[in-house]
């Protein structure tokens, strides 16, 4: 069984749907849980009143199953209510050693008629939430000598998703946070991964509205949110020993979602590469059946002057980055 008992972890959004999910699984596994949630509603609004029952509610059903637990009602929104939920952790338990970053809200809007405030309020929750928390508690994590990071981003930030590009371009962001904070923390014991979940929840319901579907539909009976669980828990504990990476979690499917670089053309190096020399190899360009996944952007240039047999780190010079690694395809 894969245990947390002695660990301290931290779950926002941990109110209902996933987040619940998630807290009650590390409990019943026996870390300590921070049950983060605001309790306001799906979109975020201002005049949405906070409930911290919501969060309170999760606190003793953890505990009426012999659980330990604390409830937090800060906003991850901004750097105190990030600082805030990180200060509870240590103020009750001592330490951090797991983040599950799930909090955040949800809007359909055509991309042509979505208000600047909507698109602003969208990244202030789900990316720089993401930040507000992540940073504080990664020092917490790095002077206890490691921790966990699990970054709850979405499908619709990597594939795409009619009607939310507020909401893709924020669970985009925190791929890009994750991949960041897994090459810096690697080196203290920091691991970094991310999860794209699908799952039915109070998202899916308040979008979809029709209650009939719902009920009838075999889709939303296939993506039970407890389906999800399993990989949040698994990336969130000391058996991951991996980091950068990012998995789907649908219907019972769990894979890896990766960025490829495919081997693409090289110029001649003598050449000055023109637009009609773009169109004539569009074909070797485009093609994804050779490619690498770089584990940072070092890779993508050391491969390239490999390719051209230019010594990318001439004499003694250094480069403020990790030895990089790839992965083939």
């Known amino acids: 069984m894969i245990d947390f008992t002695g660990r301290v972890a931290v779950v926002t959004g941990a109110g209902r749907g996933l987040g619940r999910l998630y807290a009650l ?14 309790g306001g509603g799906m979109r975020g609004l201002p005049d949405e009143a906070a409930d911290s029952r919501v969060a309170d509610a999760v606190v003793d059903e953890i505990r009426g199953a012999g659980g330990t637990a604390i409830a937090s009602y800060d906003s991850v929104d901004s750097p105190a209510g990030g600082q805030a939920i990180v200060d509870a952790a240590v103020g009750a338990f001592g330490r951090l050693d797991a983040v599950v970053s799930n909090a955040g809200i949800f809007n359909s809007v055509p991309f042509e008629d ?13 990316l720089d939430g993401g930040f507000h928390l992540s940073q504080p508690a ?20 990597i594939f795409g998703q009619p009607m939310e590009a507020h909401y893709a371009a924020a669970k985009a962001g925190l791929v890009g946070l994750t ?33 009939k579907f719902l009920a009838e539909s075999g889709f939303m009976r296939a993506i039970r949110p407890e389906l999800v669980v399993p990989l949040v828990t698994f990336l969130a504990s000391t058996a991951c020993t991996f980091t950068h990476r990012n998995y789907s979690a649908a219907a019972g499917r769990y894979a890896r979602v990766f960025v490829g670089l495919s081997e693409g053309w090289l110029a001649d190096a003598d050449t000055e590469p023109t637009a009609e020399d773009i169109e004539a190899h569009l074909e070797q360009i485009s093609a994804t059946d050779r490619f690498i996944v770089p584990a940072s952007i070092v890779d993508e240039v050391l491969e390239v002057c490999e390719r051209r047999g230019v010594n990318a780190m001439p004499g003694n010079a250094e480069v403020a980055f990790p030895e990089p690694g790839r992965d083939t395809g």
């Open 25 to 38: 699984d590390l409990a019943r596994r026996g870390a300590a849980v921070v049950v983060n949630d605001l």
């Open 114 to 126: 979505l208000p600047h405030d909507e698109w602003t309020r969208m990244l202030r929750v789900h």
């Open 138 to 157: 990664y020092r917490v994590m790095k002077a206890n000598g490691g921790g966990r990071f699990v970054f709850v981003s979405s499908s619709a930030g």
């Open 179 to 211: 991949n960041v904070i897994a090459i810096e923390g690697e080196a203290h014991g920091i691991l970094a991964n991310s999860v794209m979940p699908t799952g039915f929840s109070r998202m899916v319901t308040e979008t979809v509205g029709d209650e």
